[in-house]
Each structure stands twice: as C-alpha cells, then as structure tokens.
C-alpha cells in the first residue's frame, strides 16, 4: 500500500489492482486493519476509485506507529494479506475536531461532547447543496466566516437529488436507478471540499441517502443498491470525523421505519460516526428507531409551516414531551424554518426575527444540545436571485454571497456567544417547576423556561416581548440579566429579592432573560 497522504491524525493509502473486476464497486471488497503498539485494531472499508485503485483514510484518536494489512475478499488478488507500518504524525493545532476527537453522545445522554469529554454545542449552517455547487475558493470563503460567526457544523448532501439533478461535468453519483455503478468520477469532485468541513474545525454533517421524493436516491433506489451506495459514503468520508444524517427528509414511518433499520445495521460498522436520521417536517420517529444501537441522537425537522404552528409543535408537541422518555438521547432541531423561505400556507417570508423564535424555543423546551439554522439562499447555494431547483412554492432565494451576511446569521452569531457563555450542557426545560402564569394561546409570545437543576440557574425566552410570574424561592440573592439577541448585549438589573416576581420584558421584541449561571 502506498500511503499517499500523511497529516496530522489522518492518512490516505492507495491500493492499485494487479486484477481487474468487470464491477469493481460490487466484486470485490477490501478492508484494511490497523493496530497500534498495544494491540488495538481499527478496521477501515477501502473505497473503490476508478479503474484498478482503491483508497483508503485512516484517522486515529492518537499517533504513532500503526501496522496494517489488508484483506480483500478475492484471496488471490495480489493485495491481499499485504502489510506494513505507518507513523501517524501528532497534532498539536486547536482544531477541536482533532485536539478533542470526534463526537459522541455525553455520559447522561443529554448533549453532545468530543472524545475527551468536552462539551460540543451543535449550531450547524444548512449547506445541502454546498459540497456538490460551491467553487473551491468559495467554499474556503463561507467555511471560514462560519467558523468565525460561531457555527460548530455544517449539513450537506453528497448525491446528485431532487435540487442538484448532475454536476458542472454533466455527471451524477451513480450510473442507473437499479443494479447502479457508483461513479468515483462524481465523488473525486467532492473530496477537497468535504475535508474543508473539518479542516475548518467544522462537523461535516453528512446526509447518506436524501429520501423526500421519487426523484431521491434514497426513495427510490432498491435496498442492495441503496445499501452498495452508503457504504460507499461511508467508506470515502467516515475519516473526516463526520456526523450521520443517514437518512435525508424521508418519512421513516411504518414499514418505511424497518428498511432503513435495516439499511443502517448494514452498512454502520462498530465504532462508525455519530448517526441519527433527518425525517420530513413534524414527523417524529425517535420512536421508530430508539432501539437502534447505531442511532445516536434524536434529529428532527420542525420545517417550514406556518410560524405559530410551528412554534407550538415544538414548544408543546413531541419534542417537548420525549425528552424526559428512557434511555435519554440528545435531541436536535435539524431544520427549522429557513431565513426568507415562504412558509407552506400563508406565504410569508421568514425572517430573522423568526428564525430566532424557532431556534430559542428548540434550544429550551429541550435539554439543550444544540440546533441548526437555514437560509434560503445558502441550503440552494444560490449563485443569483433564483428559485431553487424543483422547489417552485419555496419563494426566490437570494445569492449565497449575500446570504452569509444576512441579519439572521448576524442573530445566529450573537447566539453562539450567549450560549458560549453559559453551562448550557447543564439546561433542562423548567416551564413546570417555574412559570406560575404560563400562556400557550398566543404562541408568538411564548415564554419558554430552562434550568440547571444541580445548581440555582434559570434562562428564559421572551419571544414576543410580554411578562411571566416565576417562582423565584430557589434563586434568592441571584443576579439578574437581560440579553438581546438582536445586538448582543447585556443589560444588568439587579438580583432575586422575592419568592415569587414577575418579569417584564424590557420592550415588545425578543429577549432572553438569566438569572444565576
């Protein structure tokens, strides 16, 4: 094996075929074992790359000197049972991706945390369509500024699907819609920006298989093809220490739920990535899959209705109400509404000031673990004021240049800062221990409570300016601040002097009210 790659905790091995295989892709597979100096082993799928080549990452917890050999299930082709030894080099950067290691779910099954143990707040940008339509330098320009603004991952597709029907070259991923050819051409396109992702200290949070409609790999493609291609997937990119959305926007319902239990147990190795699914809109399936040891964290979609709907799904709907349910996962807003998409039935573009909303209230009517934000224009990779692609009911979106900078992301910017600030990984919902006026009739003024309940601590959204009377006993002597999500500023008012107090929101907009912490 040529290693034709070597950075810090990650190497790229190629392995060249003195056989040839008339399918490549589906005779013959190839796995190479690593082992350290004491004798722990890391089995990696090698990934086929056109003609006689196959490659294979490798990116370990830790350096050092690792001995590999390969397998390939021909044993008479001249790769198998090869061996050798590889220095994997040190990192000494502050990626947190690779000074803390790739993500899992915490001890208590609250929130997410890096390999070490530290704490990883999931604020991810909406990108589907960024990966396959960006320009390289492009893509370096919009990582970078969302590092900057506070983002921690991005969400992207690596298939051609219903808004992305080929690349520049006129290519799509796979040749067919069954007995498919995985086409590496397609793919090789997309390796420098995928490892940007993480080289930007960003999660690539990577869609599998999209599954929304009869135009979607993962609607139509039958189980062995769908399963040839995520393993595939899998295989190319499972060393950039993404995360899994292993299924995209599908409704994981009935008989639908058991294909892709199916699906993943086939494909997720032990010791995968972090994996959870991305359903349709207000479709909750952490049922369907709780007793899957590969799904990770509960992912859901609260989607693009109307804003007063939406807001009361989330605030008194599933997520609302499972979060307490046994064993515990983490549970995340994969899409909320999306910055100046039209909502479904009233037609009325979203804002910031409503992107705020849905994103407050999916952050505390849960234990916080963190959220996803969207814009219009950047989900599309817009290059000009246009529709997306097969979404003709979704408004004009703006050019990604231009969405980048917009008053939403400058809101998601000032929330990476509140929560930066605070213990959030120690939040849980408090509206019943709290709130002695609680009202759910108005719900674009709902006021959501959060907590620490090991400590005095207590955070409150406003979402709508108004008032709420709290019961303040165990916060006596506790200082008290108002935060503006508009501006990032803090504003001082005094400490807890009364067993019960109402607070007033200091204008009709948004705030966030904290008390303690």
Not at 94 to 113: E, T
Request: charged share 20%; proline share 7%.
């Amino acid at each position: 094996m040529h290693i034709s790659t070597v950075e810090p905790l990650f190497i790229e091995g190629v392995l060249t075929s003195a056989r040839s295989y008339q399918r490549p892709d589906r005779d013959v597979a190839i796995t190479v074992e690593f082992r350290d100096k004491q004798g722990n082993s890391t089995v990696c799928d090698a990934f086929w790359d056109g003609d006689n080549t196959w490659r294979v990452r490798f990116s370990p917890l830790f350096p050092g000197e690792f001995s590999f050999r390969v397998s390939c299930s021909d044993p008479t082709n001249d790769l198998h049972n090869r061996a050798g030894v590889v220095n994997v080099p040190t990192y000494d950067g502050d990626n947190p991706l690779y000074k803390h290691g790739p993500l899992k779910v915490s001890d208590n099954g609250r929130y997410l945390v890096h390999e070490d143990g530290t704490p990883f707040f999931w604020l991810a940008d909406t990108a589907w369509n960024g990966v396959l339509k960006a320009q390289p330098t492009d893509w370096e320009r919009y990582l970078a500024l969302r590092r900057s603004q506070g983002f921690t991952a991005v969400q992207c597709v690596l298939t051609h699907w219903r808004a992305f029907q080929q690349d520049s070259a006129g290519e799509q991923a796979f040749f067919g819609t069954s007995d498919i050819r995985i086409n590496p051409a397609f793919f090789r396109r997309l390796d420098t920006k995928v490892a940007a992702i993480s080289r930007h200290g960003l999660v690539p949070a990577l869609v599998v298989l999209w599954a929304c409609t009869p135009k979607d790999p993962g609607y139509y493609l039958p189980q062995a093809d769908a399963a040839l291609l995520a393993r595939y997937i899998v295989a190319r990119y499972g060393q950039y220490r993404p995360v899994w959305l292993f299924g995209g926007d599908g409704a994981y319902l009935g008989e639908k739920a058991e294909r892709w239990r199916e699906l993943a147990r086939s494909v997720l190795r032990s010791g995968h990535a972090l994996t959870t699914m991305h359903p349709a809109g207000m479709q909750w399936v952490a049922d369907r899959f709780a007793g899957e040891s590969w799904y990770g964290f509960v992912g859901y979609q609260s989607g693009h209705g109307d804003l007063a709907d939406t807001l009361r799904w989330i605030s008194a709907g599933p997520p609302a109400q499972a979060w307490r349910r046994v064993p515990p996962r983490p549970i995340i807003n994969l899409e909320p509404c999306y910055e100046e998409h039209l909502s479904y039935r009233s037609k009325q573009r979203f804002t910031a000031a409503d992107i705020r909303k849905a994103l407050y209230l999916s952050l505390l009517t849960t234990p916080t673990a963190g959220v996803t934000y969207g814009h219009h224009g950047i989900w599309s990779w817009a290059s000009q004021r246009e529709i997306p692609t097969d979404h003709p009911n979704s408004g004009e979106a703006p050019p990604w240049y231009e969405a980048v900078e917009s008053p939403g992301a400058e809101s998601v910017q000032h929330l990476a800062g509140f929560f930066r600030g605070l213990p959030w990984w120690k939040l849980q919902p408090g509206g019943d221990r709290f709130v002695l006026n609680a009202d759910t009739d108005d719900m674009l003024r709902f006021v959501a409570v959060s907590h620490t309940p090991d400590e005095p601590g207590l955070v409150a959204y406003f979402s709508q300016g108004g008032s709420v009377r709290l019961q303040t006993g165990d916060l006596m002597s506790l200082p008290v601040r108002w935060y503006d999500p508009r501006q990032g500023v803090w504003h001082h008012r005094g400490h807890i002097d009364s067993v019960t107090r109402e607070f007033r929101a200091p204008d009709d907009q948004d705030w966030l009210l904290v008390i303690g912490l």
